[in-house]
């Protein structure tokens, strides 16, 4: 970590961002683009990788047209609306690994979000994708988060290793965003935790983190009304029953004290910008000749979509709130005379409640069969086979995983039939698109071409990582929603299906042209692009994707 210049170090700024975070987040300047300037040339100061959690190509389009503030800059940037996450596997954690390793999750080693190791020493077979499980303390729900895991290197990894004056930091409400997109090489990485930021077990939070912790407890004691519902709302404000429940028309009030409330609606994303701009500050990020990357995950469109679908009042709120805290950011290192570069995608997409998508044109929209859950198919199963285990369940995953593990206690013959079995199961069912084997899976190439066009079985082999994916991979045909409903759970994504696979790629440096480019490209993409940027190169193979030539003139800017 470098040391804070004299202008940084005083604690008394840190006082002041404190004070002046809750204005910043009530006005919500917008972020206008700075004046025309020439075409940059040089390396920006700054990478600033953004994610937006859950943030579909679906919703980027449906919205674009009513964002003001920090979006507004980014339309005027490259703007490749037609981007992908390939993979099957549309999950949080195998997408953020995809967004600055420039490889499909077949090679960073994160096939999902958790997976099962049914052979491991500890009650819990479950693994986190950011868990060190060999640490005794270590469980799913309570990780000792590490990056592990991620077997490819970040852009900010191969960055420090090329200069290791370059600072490497992520902050994000979740653990496994910030850890998947900064890597293994890092200067600090900041998540939410119980009761404010936090980081890995051996670090200890800093001073900036002290003082934007102390905002947001501040703010929760307070408590606060519903979220300003801009006038655009209006066609989307309505109740759509689900059971003994609604959704469609919640405004996001804050109980006084509700930390959890607060860290799972809007507000988190502003917190997270501000958080953000208080690490460049304390880092002193963009302040040499020696390019930075950070990393800003916002979490909140992924909690505001699994709490409530993607097409109600909820959702228009967020993508409010979403463009003021990019506002907040933009405006932010406006402020400090940094020349920076952002690219803009997302993890994944998602898919809205069925019984909404019913009520607006598509009859086809379900939720899973029961008769897919690990216990139902394993019952059956045993039924078929005659085989059981002593200890723990037959298999684990299924349903919502979309992936089988079996139990470790089967002998290869008794796996060989009670997987044959399960195959036969799932193809029986009208909700199952394909199932694959560990076997057939294997003998696919990694995938190549546009990936719009890539079948099933390409899907799949971009997201499999033996020994950690499944044994078996089901696939359910489009429009089933996995879970069962319940209040402040009523969507989710995770299919191979383009409405969790398509996702934004927006760039924009201050200076640069911008254009639309609707040609399909790939998250790998990032990576190689930013790359090119900063003058990094890398040995042929490093990367699943390709440069993106984001200069709309006749310079090439893969070929600076």
């Not at 596997?89 to 995809?98: K, Y």
């Not at 028309?249 to 004290?257: D, E, Q």
């Not at 709490?307 to 402020?335: H, K, P, R, W, Y």
Request: charged share 20%; proline share 8%.
């Amino acid at each position: 970590m470098r040391l804070l210049s004299p202008s940084l170090a005083p604690l008394a700024l840190i006082a002041a961002l404190a004070v002046s975070a809750p204005a910043m987040a009530q006005e919500a300047p917008a972020a206008p683009a700075p004046a025309a300037a020439p075409a940059p040339q040089a390396p920006p100061k700054l990478i600033v990788a953004i994610s937006v959690d859950q943030f579909s190509a679906d919703l980027f389009a449906q919205y674009r047209q009513h964002f003001t503030k920090g979006f507004t800059r980014l339309l005027q940037g490259a703007v490749f609306a037609s981007g992908f996450q390939s993979h099957a596997a549309t999950e949080t954690c195998p997408g953020h690994s995809t967004l600055l390793t420039g490889v499909h999750p077949s090679r960073t080693g994160i096939t999902a979000n958790s997976w099962y190791q049914p052979g491991i020493a500890r009650a819990e077979k479950e693994v986190y994708c950011v868990e060190d499980e060999t640490n005794p303390r270590s469980t799913p729900d309570n990780p000792v988060v590490s990056p592990v895991h991620l077997k490819a290197p970040t852009l900010g990894d191969l960055m420090k290793k090329r200069d290791p004056k370059t600072i490497n930091a992520a902050v994000s409400a979740k653990d496994r965003a910030a850890v998947m997109m900064s890597g293994h090489d890092t200067d600090a990485v900041y998540w939410i935790g119980a009761k404010g930021f936090t980081t890995f077990e051996n670090r200890k939070i800093s001073k900036a983190v002290e003082a934007q912790n102390a905002v947001m407890a501040q703010r929760v004691a307070a408590g606060d009304g519903d979220l300003t519902v801009p006038g655009w709302c209006g066609r989307v404000d309505r109740a759509t029953p689900i059971k003994d429940f609604t959704i469609g028309t919640y405004r996001f009030p804050l109980a006084a004290g509700d930390f959890k409330a607060y860290s799972n609606g809007p507000r988190i994303d502003t917190a997270t910008a501000e958080m953000a701009v208080r690490m460049v500050d304390e880092l002193g990020m963009g302040k040499d000749a020696v390019p930075d990357v950070l990393s800003v995950s916002f979490s909140a469109t992924d909690k505001v979509g699994h709490a409530f679908g993607t097409e109600g009042v909820e959702m228009c709120i967020q993508m409010n709130v979403l463009d003021e805290a990019l506002a907040t950011l933009f405006s932010g290192l406006d402020a400090r005379g940094i020349d920076y570069e952002v690219v803009l995608s997302a993890d994944h997409g998602g898919f809205d409640a069925p019984e909404r998508q019913k009520l607006r044109g598509n009859p086809e929209a379900t939720r899973i069969d029961p008769a897919l859950s690990a216990k139902e198919l394993a019952a059956a199963v045993s039924q078929d086979t005659g085989v059981t285990v002593k200890n723990g369940p037959l298999f684990y995953g299924a349903g919502e995983a979309g992936s089988v593990w079996f139990s470790s206690e089967l002998t290869a013959e008794q796996k060989q039939k009670v997987m044959a079995a399960l195959v036969a199961r799932l193809k029986a069912n009208p909700q199952i698109a394909a199932v694959y084997t560990q076997d057939q899976i294997m003998q696919w190439p990694e995938p190549k071409g546009s990936p719009q066009d890539w079948t099933m079985e390409q899907k799949v082999r971009a997201s499999f990582v033996p020994g950690r994916s499944g044994e078996v991979q089901m696939l359910t045909v489009r429009g089933v929603v996995p879970g069962k409903p319940a209040p402040f759970k009523v969507a989710s994504h995770g299919s191979p299906w383009d409405y969790d696979r398509r996702v934004p790629m927006l760039f924009w440096r201050k200076g640069m042209v911008g254009f639309e480019q609707p040609t399909p490209v790939e998250t790998v993409d990032i990576a190689p692009t930013l790359a090119a940027t900063v003058g990094l190169t890398a040995p042929a193979g490093t990367w699943d994707g390709r440069c993106l030539d984001i200069d709309a003139g006749e310079a090439d800017s893969c070929r600076r």
